[in-house]
């Protein structure tokens, strides 16, 4: 079975700062899935990021960024110039590539980061 | 703007009424999900509809009955819900089954209040 931890379950950072979110996951599949969503007061579950795991370059997305260690089985996202926006509850998300027959995602506890004006 | 769309936003009911979430979304997806996520922790998956048929039941008890009408639609019916069911119901949907690395898009959810 695979599992998702974060191991951070609350940040804070000063707007315009940087930002480093950590998720290790366990899993013995060798193609997957990883992602990040972050879900503000507002409750909707927004994708921040996606990377693959046969993909060796780091996903980028504007100012969010992740760094990916396949073998290390971690995959944190980098936050760059922090927005008062950006305060919502993050979280890591794995899904197994089986075809698309389940789709099913694993995500991990959530880490609450809060940007600070 | 949220392109999957959930009515209502909040509900509050007793636990002998019988109720329906709606779940709706026009991007052409043919996987749906129902999940049920409680205050501070992540969503736990209830159900996966692929292509308007139930895959995934993550043994959610019977009170709870999905129904996916059309590939647009999904619904879940409510009846004799306890006060541990109080939750924030989300939904999503997927491009294709068959497409494992389509992300999934979420609904705003459904904050229901069992009385």
């Known amino acids: 079975a695979q599992t998702v931890t974060q191991s951070q379950p609350e940040m804070s950072v000063q707007e315009a700062e940087t930002v480093t979110l950590s998720c290790t996951y366990d899993?013995?599949?060798?193609?997957?899935?990883l992602f990040w969503y972050k879900q503000p007061p507002s409750r909707q579950m927004i994708l921040v990021i996606r990377?693959?795991?046969?993909?060796?370059q780091n996903a980028t997305e504007n100012r969010f960024s992740v760094n990916f260690q396949k073998a290390a089985k971690s995959f944190s996202l980098k936050i760059s110039d922090s927005q008062l926006g950006d305060t919502a509850m993050y979280f890591c998300?794995?899904?197994?590539?089986?075809?698309?027959?389940?789709?099913?995602?694993?995500f991990g506890t959530g880490t609450l980061l809060a940007v600070q004006p | 703007d949220t392109e999957v769309t959930q009515t209502p936003k909040h509900l509050v009911m007793g636990m002998t009424n019988k109720k329906s979430l709606k779940c709706e979304q026009h991007?052409?997806?043919?996987?749906m999900y129902w999940y049920k996520q409680k205050a501070k922790k992540p969503p736990e998956l209830m159900f996966v509809?692929?292509?308007?048929?139930?895959?995934i039941n993550e043994s959610v008890p019977s009170r709870f009955s999905p129904e996916c009408p059309n590939s647009s639609l999904l619904n879940l019916h409510l009846h004799a819900l306890q006060p541990e069911d109080s939750a924030l119901y989300l939904c999503?949907?997927?491009?294709?089954?068959?497409?494992?690395?389509?992300?999934?898009?979420f609904g705003d959810g459904t904050r229901l209040s069992i009385l």
């Open positions: 999503a949907s997927s491009q294709s089954p068959g497409q494992g690395n389509q992300p999934q898009h």
């Open positions: 899993t013995s599949e060798s193609n997957y899935y």
């Open positions: 990377q693959e795991a046969y993909k060796q």
């Open positions: 998300a794995f899904m197994k590539h089986d075809g698309g027959a389940t789709n099913k995602l694993i």
């Open positions: 991007m052409g997806h043919r996987a």
């Open positions: 509809y692929s292509y308007e048929k139930l895959s």
